[in-house]
């Protein structure tokens, strides 16, 4: 049976958004957010993702099950960077500092190191340990193997012993964890114990290697080079004696070379600091003249402001007084007096103030001049000197790289015996226990490993059913991808669409609705008169769609006659169980008893033609002129015609009738038709010169409810579930 009893009544499509769609709007829709689509793949394939994550689920269980468990010892060391050994050589330790991280990747490989494992097979003899043999299925060892057979067990047990072998340093410390893991758990504490035993031992050994030729040798230039340090200085102190300079100091610089300071030096240093105080008492002295001089002593001079100030206050008394009284009035006189008597107290300081200036001016310029004359002096003597001791300062340097030398020597020898005393900076801080129970296999472990497992693949399988379908998901891609304008999304329902469509309350009956409202707003005169309907292949829904939109044109009081035009493959007389005795078939060959050949159903409200008996020329009848005839006969009997083609692929029927009718309505169906397939469709009908009035997406499902088309954001709202339909 076809899409008419194929549909589930779980969702129903949204409302057409608005005319503004048919204009091509759509285009600028953007598409769902990245976690809803993700989402919305989830849901889609949910069958298969689950399957996929119980089966890798249910393989790590049984692996689990099936593994042999393992048991792991640890023994943990304390490495350090140097034997702990005190040192004052400059320089020595920001060395260290830099070279640890080479110092400690070296160590761990020492520890990860072929030789530490073969000095572990001969320290512990695990050729012929018989727990080691057999935890590793090695057979037994006996007094009848070679040399030959014997050494190539050595290498197979030294190869185990790598590859059991698990280095773990601890973060942000000098500690180190070296792990064994073996089927014994006794095998792996002796194991893990005596590879730090042997690996303190090798470290030990390398050491003493290492310091006995370099103190035979050190001890050799340590002779010479302080017979050489104290000649130099010996030198040094007969020249400065016999040249009369005297050091008073001596410090060395970064680089090792000493700086000395002379008594002249000294002497210079000091008479050029009390030379600089006495040039700033002289200036300051100047300075006291100058503002005496220019009558700004009042500034620095608290008793002469004063006065002034005392003096203007009479003034502007007196002002007041003159205005009112004449000159010999007596108070005018007495204020007279007073500013005179003041007049006379202001000159008199001042010249006292200047006396005092000029006399600390003169013995402040004596005091620097005799400061400069005893600095010019020593700075004869100085240079004198330094003429003298270009021959000492050669002899300085003498000295300095002489003792560098020695001092530096000394150190390494000291730090070298101290070294060959046997201190180790390798440890044992924890040694390895007997583990009491198995590392692994760790239950929890596996099965979370195969669930993130399970879900990469379930992803991966997901990832890549969804690139390969190129099917509507949203029917607004019908717009963004072919440019088509999109009428209507249509439910799945689980009921034959010729009941389903009866029900005004139904979801295909609301859905049908929206299309025919949509379609109304195509042309000037309202819905088309005369419509085609058409999709890509079969089983799209386009019978049914045109089933449905008769009913819905014919229940709005339009005279409306449905053509069954699939004259291959005729269905609209299987859905309404009528027979398909005379139809469209025999017009097209030439009958006329047009009467006969259309019924009318009153349940519906429309006419319909049937399809009629196969012919063996269906394109040639219907590119015929009588098609072309029968359309403007039927168009003058019926306000709306409805054409029900066949597909477009592989046929020529739809292009053909195309040409003859207002426009197309495009059917396709949601989650099934590849975008290649609707492409060449569509390029058909527009080579052939149709006019494509929208599509309509059919089936729309659970699939489709991320994209807003599904049953409960649509009718659902409208008609509750508990209202029962009419």
Do not use: C
């Not at 006794?186 to 370099?214: G, H, P, V």
């Not at 001089?293 to 005392?310: D, F, H, K, Q, Y």
């Not at 730090?415 to 296999?441: H, L």
């Amino acid at each position: 049976m076809n899409q008419l009893t194929n549909y589930r009544a779980d969702s129903a499509p949204a409302p057409y958004a608005a005319p503004a769609t048919l204009a091509g709007e759509g285009e600028g829709r953007s598409a769902l957010p990245v976690v809803e689509q993700i989402w919305t793949a989830i849901l889609n394939h949910r069958n298969l993702a689950i399957g996929v994550l119980a089966g890798v689920f249910l393989l790590g269980l049984l692996a689990t099950f099936l593994a042999t468990p393992q048991y792991t010892s640890t023994t943990r060391l304390e490495i350090l960077p140097d034997a702990p050994v005190a040192t004052s050589v400059e320089g020595q330790r920001d060395k260290e500092l830099i070279n640890e991280l080479s110092f400690y990747n070296t160590q761990y490989s020492l520890l990860r190191s072929e030789s530490l494992a073969e000095r572990v097979v001969r320290a512990g003899n695990l050729t012929v340990d018989k727990d080691f043999l057999a935890a590793f299925d090695l057979g037994n060892a006996d007094a009848s193997m070679t040399s030959v057979e014997r050494a190539g067990l050595a290498r197979k047990a030294t190869e185990i012993l790598l590859e059991q072998l698990a280095i773990s340093p601890v973060r942000n410390s000098s500690l180190v964890d070296a792990s064994f893991t073996t089927p014994s758990p006794e095998l792996s504490a002796k194991l893990a114990n005596l590879w730090a035993q042997q690996f303190l031992q090798a470290s030990i050994d390398r050491r003493f290697a290492a310091t006995s030729d370099a103190r035979k040798y050190l001890e050799g230039r340590l002779d010479t080079l302080r017979q050489n340090l104290e000649t130099s200085e010996r030198a040094l102190i007969n020249y400065g004696m016999n040249k009369g300079i005297v050091t008073i100091s001596s410090q060395r610089d970064v680089n090792g070379r000493t700086q000395t300071e002379t008594l002249v030096g000294a002497d210079i240093a000091e008479v050029s600091k009390a030379l600089s105080k006495a040039r700033e008492i002289r200036i300051a002295a100047a300075a006291e003249v100058n503002n005496t001089l220019t009558g700004s002593a009042a500034i620095v001079a608290p008793t002469i402001g004063s006065l002034r100030e005392r003096r203007a206050e009479l003034e502007a008394e007196l002002t007041k007084l003159r205005i009112t009284f004449e000159e010999d009035y007596p108070a005018v006189v007495s204020l007279r007096a007073q500013i005179r008597n003041l007049d006379r107290s202001i000159a008199s300081e001042i010249s006292r103030s200047t006396q005092g200036n000029r006399e600390a001016y003169n013995a402040a310029v004596k005091r620097e001049r005799d400061m400069q004359a005893e600095l010019d002096r020593l700075t004869q003597e100085y240079n004198s000197q330094q003429r003298e001791s270009i021959e000492m300062a050669i002899l300085q340097r003498e000295v300095d790289s002489n003792r560098q030398l020695y001092d530096g020597l000394l150190q390494r020898y000291k730090e070298i015996g101290v070294a060959g005393v046997g201190t180790n900076n390798i440890a044992v801080v924890d040694s390895a226990k007997i583990p009491e129970k198995p590392s692994s296999p760790r239950l929890m472990l596996n099965l979370a490993l195969s669930i993130i497992a399970g879900i990469g693949l379930a992803s991966g399988l997901i990832f890549l059913l969804e690139k390969m379908d190129s099917s509507i998901r949203d029917p607004q891609d019908v717009t963004n991808r072919f440019d088509l304008p999109l009428l209507g999304a249509i439910p799945e329902t689980d009921q034959a669409v010729a009941k389903d469509i009866l029900d005004k309350k139904s979801t295909i009956y609301e859905a049908y609705f929206s299309v025919m409202t949509n379609l109304s707003f195509l042309t000037e005169h309202g819905a088309p008169r005369s419509i085609m309907l058409t999709s890509s292949r079969p089983q799209e829904g386009k019978s049914s769609s045109s089933l449905s939109l008769a009913s819905v044109l014919a229940a709005t009081g339009k005279s409306v006659i449905l053509v069954d035009a699939d004259i291959r493959n005729p269905s609209l007389n299987r859905y309404l169980e009528m027979p398909n005795k005379k139809g469209l078939s025999h017009y097209l060959s030439g009958d006329d008893s047009l009467e006969e050949m259309i019924a009318t159903l009153p349940q519906f409200g429309f006419a319909l033609m049937t399809a009629g008996k196969t012919p063996p020329n269906a394109a040639e009848l219907l590119g015929s002129d009588r098609f072309s005839f029968l359309m403007d006969t039927l168009l003058a009997r019926y306000d709306h015609v409805l054409v029900d083609s066949a597909p477009l692929l592989g046929l020529a029927d739809a292009p053909l009738i195309a040409r003859r009718v207002e426009g197309v309505l495009f059917t396709i169906e949601a989650n099934s038709t590849k975008n290649r397939v609707i492409a060449t469709s569509l390029m058909r009908l527009r080579m052939a010169g149709a006019k494509l009035f929208g599509a309509i997406v059919t089936k729309v499902g659970a699939k489709n409810n991320a994209y807003g088309y599904g049953y409960g954001y649509g009718y659902g709202y409208k008609y509750g579930v508990g209202e029962s339909k009419s």
